[in-house]
Structures are given as C-alpha cells and as structure tokens.
C-alpha cells in the first residue's frame, strides 16, 4: 500500500543539539517530496523540497535533508536546533502523475529543552 | 502577494446544520486544494481545482462534502448535515503549476468544532 511513514511521533531535543527526523515513503515511482512545519495556530509553511537531482537539499531556517532512494527514506536534519524550532513537522510526497495531490505523514511533534 | 486566507478562521456549529468555508489563494495561482487535518494527524486530500475545473473529487469524504470555485479564483467547501465526526481542521493550498511539480502554499485553517 503507498503510504508516509513518520516513525517518531515525539521527539525532544536540548537546544543546541543536532535534530534528525525521519520520513520513510512507499510508492511505485520516486515521488517529488517536501518537509512543512507546522506552529500552533500557524498554517504549514515548506521548508525544502526534492525534486530530482542532488540528494542533499538545503532549506530554511538552517534545515536540509537528504533523499536515499535504496532506503525511500527523506530525512529532515539540522546541525543546532533553536527553541524557536519547537514545532510539528510533516512529511509530504506528491507521486507522479497525481495531479499534484499531497499525501503527508502523521507529523512528528518536536520540544526543545532550554 | 498576500498568501493564501481562509474565512472563518473558526467556527462552531451544532449536529445537523450546513456550514461554508471559503479560500482565497494567491492570486497567480491556477490550482487549489482541500485537505482535511484531525487531531494528531497529518493533512488528508480531498478535492482540487484547476482554474475553475474540479479535476478530483473521489477523496472527498462523503457526499456531504462539495466544493466550487465558480470563476477560477476562490473556492468554497461545503458541509451538508454536519456529524460531530466533521470536527477538524480544515486546510486550504494552492500552487502554481505549469509544465514541472510545484510546491503549495497553504492558508492558516478553519477550525470546525461540531457540537
């Protein structure tokens, strides 16, 4: 079955700390893929995408990920996580011919600890 | 470029009554999406226009569900007959899409609490 598979719910971090959250994908094809984050009450805003190319791709707020097609695995790194990163992140991919459609993961909740 | 707004941002109703949430996207952009998002999950897909063709409609959740967009700009979701089980959030994207993938923008929600 196609699916996105975020296998961290919760995740806490100290700041300062080195974050790596992981995306796993099941699809036919290699998808187009993408990391939100989502705060409270804020809509989801992207923070890097992958379309082809280089695997490793910079995004903002000093994020970037790395996609390994032998794993389907995208995973969302960043060397020195600030408090002002606590938030809900999401996994998306968007297979081929789908018109575009987005299917996200369930999200990992992250705290950072001062 | 104002980003993608959502009215109203919240809205409580009882069991039983019809509700409408509209979407305004970035103005440039030619598609337009629906998700909705429950509580500790990810945003699920239900319908999306391109100009002011509904070119998937099949995840909307049930027949209760519609969505328009009349002339190519904003959209509305519809709700008929709400059950407590419509309590979400609901999203709203748009992108502008072309020849390649483009990434969607998305709107800050409307919150649907049904009581």
């Known amino acids: 079955a196609q699916s996105v598979t975020q296998p961290d719910i919760h995740i806490t971090v100290s700041e300062g700390a080195s974050l790596e959250l992981r995306c796993n994908y099941s699809?036919?094809?290699?998808?187009?893929l993408f990391w939100y984050v989502q705060s409270p009450g804020q809509g989801l805003q992207l923070l890097l995408k992958y379309f082809s190319g280089d695997t490793l791709v910079q995004g903002i707020k000093g994020f970037e990920a790395e996609f390994k097609r032998s794993q389907s695995s995208f995973n969302l790194r960043k060397p020195s996580v600030h408090w002002s990163d606590a938030a809900e992140y999401f996994c998306a991919v968007s297979p081929p011919n789908t018109g575009n459609q987005f299917y996200f993961g369930t999200g990992t909740s992250l705290t950072v600890i001062p | 470029d104002t980003g993608v707004s959502q009215d109203p941002r919240h809205k409580i109703t009882k069991r039983g009554q019809n509700v409408t949430f509209r979407c305004d996207p970035i103005?440039?952009?030619?598609?337009l999406y629906w998700y909705r998002q429950t509580l500790g999950q990810g945003p699920e897909f239900l319908t999306y226009?391109?100009?002011?063709?509904?070119?998937?409609k099949s995840r909307l959740l049930s027949d209760r569900f519609s969505a328009e967009r009349p002339k190519g700009s904003f959209s509305t979701l519809e709700i008929q007959r709400t059950e407590q089980g419509d309590s979400a959030m609901y999203l709203c994207?748009?992108?502008?899409?072309?020849?390649?993938?483009?990434?969607?923008?998305f709107g800050p929600g409307t919150r649907l609490t049904v009581t």
């Open positions: 699809y036919g094809a290699t998808p187009y």
């Open positions: 994207a748009s992108s502008l899409v072309g020849t390649g993938i483009y990434e969607q923008y």
């Open positions: 226009f391109q100009n002011e063709a509904q070119l998937e």
């Open positions: 103005s440039e952009h030619n598609r």
